[in-house]
């Protein structure tokens, strides 16, 4: 069903379930991936919050056996803990034995640690392995040379993976063969929305719009729950207003994707001299757009410094360190 508001055509979708056709996700891999994977061993040097985020769903809808993955983890107590979250595989202490038997290797520890993981694996992964890092903001030359494998492929997803509905920006190394390629695909297309890039530098870029976004966004719905109940609301009654209405909002903008953009379908809910015409203008008073942007553009900054081993890298004025006196 479709209505206009002004000249946009606004097409109303019912239920959930209908708006399936708006994401390209969830998608299972191809029967020839699938038999290809079957077979394969699957690494996790780090099996911490966004790696187990990723081997979740892939287990639980038998993309991945649990016969076919180890995971690492830095103490017994972290080990037994993830031995009981994910009954079937093998977790140990040992990077390198983990290093060693992956066919696919998903490098989750931290920046800081990839020097001490790097040491203790030794070169020592399979010749043809592909290494899929998840660390934020270090370049793939960085990755290739630590681990001594020029297979590489460094994705950027953000948290809503856990429910196959993440955005997995990626960018790999001219030696991932096509077969690889085709496999990390398929992979990522079951936990949400894979986007591969043809730019490294544009990695940097996505973590700030869509890796760490997620935070920005549950940002948002607190400060409006926190706004409602100031004015009167229940929390809960305020919580689901403020998540459902962000909810709704995006899938209304993604059913008008490339038909209406921001502004347009800012404007069909703004009536003249009416509430949200009074709630735009004291965001614009008080620079929410502009906040959005620092922020934006903070996290970008902070990207670019780990990937050059900087303490800062300062951009703009507003960037600069305030001496407090």
């Not at 099996?47 to 016969?67: K, V």
């Not at 694996?121 to 903001?137: E, F």
């Not at 549950?218 to 009167?232: R, S």
């Amino acid at each position: 069903m479709e209505r206009y508001h002004g000249n946009i055509s606004i097409r109303y979708v019912p239920t959930l379930s209908t708006i399936s056709f708006l994401y390209p996700t969830m998608a299972s891999p191809t029967n020839a991936v699938r038999h290809a994977m079957k077979d394969m061993k699957f690494s996790f040097l780090g099996l911490g919050q966004m790696a187990s985020h990723f081997l979740e769903p892939l287990l639980e809808d038998g993309i991945i056996h649990p016969e076919n993955v180890i995971g690492t983890q830095y103490s017994e107590e972290t080990v037994k803990a993830a031995r009981e979250k994910f009954p079937g595989i093998h977790v140990t202490m040992d990077n390198h034995l983990a290093a060693t038997e992956g066919d696919v290797v998903f490098l989750g520890v931290k920046p800081t640690d990839l020097p001490a993981v790097s040491s203790v694996v030794n070169g020592g992964m399979k010749k043809d392995s592909l290494l899929i890092s998840m660390l934020a903001a270090v370049p793939m030359r960085r990755i290739s040379e630590a681990m001594e494998n020029p297979r590489v492929c460094r994705c950027m997803p953000n948290t809503p993976v856990k429910i196959r509905q993440g955005v997995i920006p990626y960018v790999s190394t001219p030696e991932v063969s096509s077969e690889q390629r085709e496999m990390v695909d398929n992979l990522f297309s079951a936990l949400g929305y894979p986007m591969e890039l043809t730019k490294e530098s544009h990695l940097d870029i996505s973590t700030a719009i869509s890796g760490s976004s997620p935070a920005y966004f549950f940002l948002i719905m607190e400060a409006m729950a926190d706004a409602g109940v100031h004015c009167g609301l229940p929390r809960r009654q305020a919580e689901l207003m403020a998540m459902k209405s962000m909810q709704g909002s995006v899938n209304f903008a993604l059913a008008q994707h490339g038909r209406a953009n921001f502004a347009e379908l800012k404007a069909a809910v703004t009536s003249p001299g009416g509430t949200t015409a009074s709630a735009l203008h004291q965001a614009e008073k008080n620079g929410l757009r502009a906040t959005v942007a620092e922020i934006v553009w903070a996290c970008y900054r902070r990207s670019l410094e780990i990937a050059s081993n900087d303490f800062k890298v300062y951009g703009p004025g507003t960037w600069e360190p305030k001496i407090v006196s």
